[in-house]
């Protein structure tokens, strides 16, 4: 039995100093807003190819937000949000909301301002992008200035709230906190060495004050102030900062009540502080952190008891769960269930997936099912909840022999591949035309005969390998064109994983992955890339590069089992992989390249997490490298990873060629030091791919110029930043011809 659809109505406004209104029993902290058709990719993409205006764009937010809201209430769910839509990145929206937009992005309209700093435009870079905490979502980061100018401007979280309420939906608005906008903000370009965006807060809690007030003027009740960054480990001077900003925040006369959520761990030294401030209610994630001991601290106030997880999609443990709200409510504390995070991070509805195994459907829990769950565990209501398969014994794999050490590997490397100084490649993919995703799907729904797709990609390798001799590049690659998705070709061939049709799940901007579900044990049954690596070696004298995924990316970007230590799981995987490498050498294929973009993001959130998890991350790629010749090079390549922060450990992988994203932090990597004791080679990428702007070739010799000013002299690689697969083949081939231009121009410099 499903309640009725709501009817418009206007809720009551509450009247100036009312008490604090009732926090819903059962709510969440954010939910997908692509579409769960991807609508909204679609009609980003249509307006910035011009097939499309702005009222269209703007006219498919508001029915998705609307299709969003009347689900969630026909779902049940009272505590519903808003403020939680966003035309390319919320973080972005924040800096809309207190107006410290840098001057360069800033066009007529909010949406044009955003896709200007999220894609750059024709001599404008865009904003740099990283990745949100540790997951796979990537948003644009603010740049905050001594002179940085804050105006309040609350017109979109005000729009939205009235358009629920125009549908008959109360909701809470939900603003990234003061706090976490500055911590993840960067310094403008010029403001002084030493500047921390953090010693704006008074002006920006100015804004804030501003946005607070106006929100109770249009009669909000609950306001959400998201500070996931006081989850990761702070210093006291950001602790004071926090302190002092809700201390502010909570003191103003009129405003709505105030819910601090945090989220992707636990509060650790932040909860005293939260505890200590003026604000109504507090979330806690409770799927990644425990439930904290000072909770008589938080008496008083709302606990927004975070027990269904938003970062992965099994069902909910209702024992731990009600456990869990059992002991918070034995305090005597208000508690509300909620997710441990937005439900950004996963699929809109299970429901929609017709073809999974019932076995596995019937462990699963998609956004729309953990909002069931939530209302659920709010009603005490759990017996349709399935208990989880119990944990398994973790089992230690065998160790495997190590590499020859690089200097040997080095000289055998040299005489097998003769490559110039500064040798020029790409990072794999090349342009996913239409034609191919239209013969993929043609394939998949049974209208292309399988041995007319493989004549097709051929025909694709073959033009993509015309096309890099015709360019000039030293190492070649066959494309990637048989491939829909880096993780989801090896989910697609190896046991123990389940791949979803319509589970997307935003990545940045217009982009969606579509992370597989890893769910038993992983096995390798067969060679998954030979095949097309030496049909592309057999067609070209120069060195193809075979083409595969790490196990830290493939389980980092795929839902994983919970029943086994997640290390066990990435080494099972490391084994399928290094499988592989051996049989791409038994076939003749001299390079090799292992992926892990996302080594950085698994990094744990608090520093004393970290070592532990280096050490087995670290060891499952020598794992699956590990058994190759000493005349075999492995590549391996990183992006947007904020590489700084694990160079050690990229070192520690001990590949023999590390690319690194560069172009968009305008070369940071190079400062460090630890580039300049970077003992193999590396190709520090000197053009951004995350843009369509091509670099013109004195940028690129530029870029090259400086890593060769830092780095040991003959170890550098020019290459791109990443796969070519989401651009276009005008733009690539452009880019690619000042790429090698510039390379040639360096190399005869010296
Ligand atoms: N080889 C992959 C490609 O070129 C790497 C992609 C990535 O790092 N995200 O597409
Ligand atoms: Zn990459």
Redesign the pocket.
């Known amino acids: 039995p499903q309640p009725a659809v709501p009817q418009p109505v206007t809720p009551p406004v509450p009247e100036p100093g009312a008490r604090t209104p009732e926090f819903p029993a059962a709510t969440i902290l954010g939910y997908p807003r692509i579409g769960p058709r991807r609508e909204l990719k679609r009609a980003m993409e249509a307006y910035w190819d011009g097939r499309a205006g702005l009222a269209e764009l703007r006219e498919t937010g508001r029915r998705l937000r609307a299709e969003t809201w009347t689900d969630l209430a026909r779902r049940g769910l009272a505590g519903q949000v808003s403020n939680t839509f966003s035309d390319y990145d919320h973080v972005f929206d924040a800096a809309l909301l207190l107006g410290a937009v840098p001057e360069r992005y800033r066009r007529d309209t909010p949406e044009d301002t955003a896709f200007a700093a999220g894609r750059g435009a024709a001599g404008l870079a865009p904003l740099r992008m990283t990745k949100w905490f540790d997951t796979n979502y990537h948003y644009l980061v603010p740049e905050i200035g001594p002179d940085t100018g804050f105006r309040a401007d609350p017109s979109k979280p005000l729009t939205e709230y009235a358009e629920a309420r125009a549908l008959g939906v109360e909701t809470r608005p939900v603003l990234l906190g003061p706090v976490t906008f500055l911590l993840l903000s960067e310094p403008t370009a010029d403001a002084p060495a030493g500047f921390a965006p953090l010693s704006r807060l008074d002006a920006v809690l100015e804004a804030y004050e501003q946005i607070l007030g106006a929100l109770a003027d249009a009669g909000v009740g609950w306001v959400q102030l998201d500070e996931p960054a006081l989850v990761a480990d702070r210093s006291a001077d950001e602790l004071a900062a926090t302190a002092t900003a809700y201390r502010r925040l909570g003191g103003l006369a009129h405003r709505p009540a105030l819910f601090v959520a945090s989220y992707f761990g636990a509060l650790g030294e932040a909860l005293p502080v939260l505890a200590a401030a003026p604000v109504e209610a507090i979330g806690l994630d409770l799927v990644r952190g425990e439930l904290p001991d000072e909770l008589d601290a938080l008496r008083g106030k709302v606990i927004v008891a975070g027990v269904v997880s938003g970062r992965d999609v099994w069902r909910t443990d209702p024992a731990r769960a009600t456990g869990q709200l059992e002991r918070l409510r034995g305090t005597g504390a208000t508690v509300a269930v909620s997710t441990s995070c937005s439900l950004l991070h996963v699929p809109y509805d299970l429901a929609a997936e017709t073809e999974l195994p019932a076995e596995l459907t019937g462990r699963l829990a998609f956004a729309a099912q953990k909002v069931d769950e939530v209302v659920a565990l709010a009603a005490g209501d759990t017996g349709a909840i399935p208990t989880p398969v119990p944990a398994a014994a973790p089992v230690e794999l065998p160790p495997v022999a190590q590499r020859s050490p690089y200097p040997v590997r080095a000289v055998a490397q040299a005489a097998r591949l003769a490559l110039p100084d500064l040798p020029t490649t790409?990072?794999?993919?090349f342009p996913q035309t239409g034609e191919l995703r239209a013969a993929r799907a043609a394939l998949t729904a049974g209208r292309l005969d399988p041995a007319e797709y493989d004549r097709i990609i051929a025909t694709e390798i073959d033009r993509v390998l015309a096309l890099q001799e015709e360019l000039g590049l030293d190492v070649l690659?066959h494309g990637?064109p048989e491939?829909n998705d880096?993780v989801q070709y090896f989910a697609e061939h190896l046991d123990g994983f389940a791949v979803t049709r319509h589970g997307w799940v935003q990545s940045y901007g217009s982009r969606c992955t579509r992370p597989p579900i890893l769910h038993g044990d992983v096995r390798r049954a067969g060679p998954i890339t030979v095949r097309w690596a030496s049909y592309a070696q057999s067609r070209t004298d120069r060195p193809v590069k075979g083409?595969l995924?790490g196990p830290v990316?493939i389980v980092a970007w795929s839902f994983v089992r919970r029943d086994l230590p997640l290390r066990t799981v990435v080494h099972q995987v490391a084994d399928a992989i290094r499988g592989e490498v051996a049989d791409l050498e038994a076939a003749g294929i001299g390079i090799v390249?292992v992926?892990e973009?996302a080594l950085r993001e698994l990094l744990p959130l608090r520093a004393a997490q970290r070592d532990d998890y280096l050490d087995w991350a670290v060891a499952a790629y020598r794992r699956a490298t590990s058994g190759a010749g000493d005349a075999t090079q492995i590549h391996t390549?990183?992006?947007y990873s904020d590489a700084e922060a694990v160079l050690a450990a990229i070192d520690a992988l001990d590949a023999d060629v590390t690319s690194v994203e560069s172009a968009r932090s305008h070369g940071r990597i190079l400062a460090e030091r630890a580039v300049h004791s970077f003992a193999r080679g590396l190709g520090p990428g000197v053009y951004d791919i995350h843009s369509r702007r091509v670099p013109p070739a004195d940028e690129i010799a530029a870029g090259l110029r400086a890593a060769l000013a830092a780095l040991p002299a003959g170890r550098v690689w020019a290459n791109p930043d990443?796969?070519?697969?989401t651009r276009g083949y005008p733009e690539v081939t452009a880019a690619l011809r000042n790429l090698v231009a510039a390379a040639r121009e360096v190399r005869s410099a010296d």
Do not use: A, F, Y
């Open positions: 790409t990072i794999g993919s690659v990637e491939r880096m083409m995924t990316t390249q992926d973009p390549h990183l992006c990443c796969g070519l697969k």
